[in-house]
């Protein structure tokens, strides 16, 4: 029980850590059984390699150097899921981006409309 409670737990936390297009794809899959191993596991590399060129060359290290760069990567990976978990590493870095543009294309908007009402009233 304290198992199951757990996963849901760790599973909650990815899940939350998400951008919003990848919880999409997480709902779509979450009876994978894989699924919150391989958005965990992208979470970590997307952190340590920051960009999606860093994911690139992360994934085409050599084992023992991707183990010092993510001492906590998990070694239950096959080639399969190593590769999909860089793939949703990249995708995840890229959402990030575009979640920051949009924000900061909102908040000009904002603010912008704030200038303008002020404007009005004076």
């Not at 029980?1 to 779509?28: C, H, R, T, V, W």
């Not at 290290?61 to 070694?75: A, E, H």
């Not at 190593?82 to 959402?95: G, V």
């Amino acid at each position: 029980m304290a198992d199951s409670n757990q996963n849901k737990e760790e599973e909650k936390k990815i899940y939350e850590a998400l951008p919003s297009a990848l919880k999409k794809d997480f709902d779509a899959n979450r009876n994978s059984s894989y699924t919150s191993f391989l958005y965990g596991e992208a979470l970590k590399i997307a952190k340590v390699a920051k960009t999606e060129l860093g994911v690139s060359l992360f994934e085409k290290s050599p084992i023992g150097l991707q183990f010092k760069l993510l001492p906590n990567m998990s070694t239950d990976h096959s080639g399969a899921t190593f590769r999909m978990s860089c793939h949703l590493a990249r995708r995840i870095i890229k959402e990030r981006k575009k979640d920051k543009e949009a924000n900061k294309k909102m908040e000009k908007t904002v603010l912008k409309a704030m200038a303008d009402r002020i404007k009005g009233k004076i």
